[in-house]
């Protein structure tokens, strides 16, 4: 993170601004490290646009992420780990770690996607015993209903993008790297906005399970931008932890949204 983004986060004395500058950007884990104790709280000042200085008490030690493929939820959860001083996991990472390092197109290729789903399942699990984390999860662990029992470990936050949004980051990178997208006829756009289109169809519900919604329109309506490609990840990563803040507010008082 930049400066001037983590000054704009206004950052407390538990997490200087200034030790972006020389830490490295987030520090990552690895399955099997030791627990660290749940009561452990993290304090932040960020904030805001209105000027207000916050107290984020995150008393919850792990935050997990979801989202459509290409919603941001690494470059975004890595922001967030960095803010809450938290290391950061990316499921799809670990399971690729898991199967000896075979990239997710190689193990979809290889194994199909039922191993797959299995792979993340466990690492879900494993990583649902673990603390201080912000972990960004593949985009289908919401389909399976034992995956949230993990994820409601912690507090689930859904990155709720556009399609169109989704459809032209993902052209703009290729779909190599994500096997449910690189088998359509057309050009990559419209290629990635017809599968996206199709996989959102089945998906919305199950990514409203999440606690808080971060939704990029009502961001950009906020900030006063034409259009959410004129969001920075910064800019997401705040209002996601200010949405976290919100729901642990109003614990068991519902959904958050933005
Ligand atoms: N707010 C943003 N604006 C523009 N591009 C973004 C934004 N967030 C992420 N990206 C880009 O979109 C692509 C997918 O992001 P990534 O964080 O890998 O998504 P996910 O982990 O949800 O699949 C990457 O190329 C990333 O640089
Ligand atoms: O949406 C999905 O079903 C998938 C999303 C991918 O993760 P990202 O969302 O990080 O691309 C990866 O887990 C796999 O390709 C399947």
């Not at 107290?55 to 997990?64: C, I, M, P, Q, T």
């Not at 994820?151 to 449910?180: C, F, Y």
């Not at 359509?184 to 998906?203: H, K, V």
Request: glycine share 8%; hydrophobic share 40%; aromatic share 8%.
């Amino acid at each position: 993170m930049d400066v001037k983004a983590a000054q704009r986060l206004q950052l407390s004395a538990v997490v200087q601004p200034e030790r972006f500058g020389r830490r490295p950007p987030f520090s990552t884990c690895r399955l099997g490290v030791s627990r660290e104790p749940q009561s452990l709280r993290v304090f932040v000042s960020p904030m805001m646009m209105r000027r207000r200085t916050t107290a984020l008490e995150v008393s919850s030690s792990y935050d997990n992420i979801s989202g459509m493929m290409g919603s941001g939820k690494t470059t975004v959860g890595k922001i967030m780990s960095q803010v809450l001083g938290y290391s950061f996991c990316d499921s799809d990472a670990l399971v690729e770690e898991e199967v000896g390092g075979n990239s997710v197109a190689d193990i979809f290729e290889q194994h199909g996607e039922t191993f797959f789903r299995n792979k993340e399942t466990e690492v879900l699990h494993k990583l649902s015993l673990l603390h201080r984390l912000v972990i960004s999860t593949g985009g289908g662990a919401v389909m399976r209903p034992i995956n949230w029992k993990y994820m409601h470990k912690g507090v689930s936050v859904w990155l709720d993008v556009p399609v169109e949004a989704l459809a032209q980051r993902i052209a703009a990178v290729g779909t190599n790297s994500r096997p449910l997208l690189n088998y359509e006829a057309g050009d990559p756009y419209t290629r990635a906005f017809m599968r996206l289109s199709a996989i959102f169809e089945e998906r919305g519900e199950a990514y409203a399970n999440a606690n808080a919604r971060v939704s990029l329109k009502k961001i950009a309506i906020k900030l006063s931008k034409r259009d959410v490609s004129e969001l920075s990840p910064t800019d997401i990563a705040i209002e996601a932890l200010e949405q976290i803040d919100n729901f642990l507010k109003g614990e068991g008082g519902g959904y958050a949204e933005c």
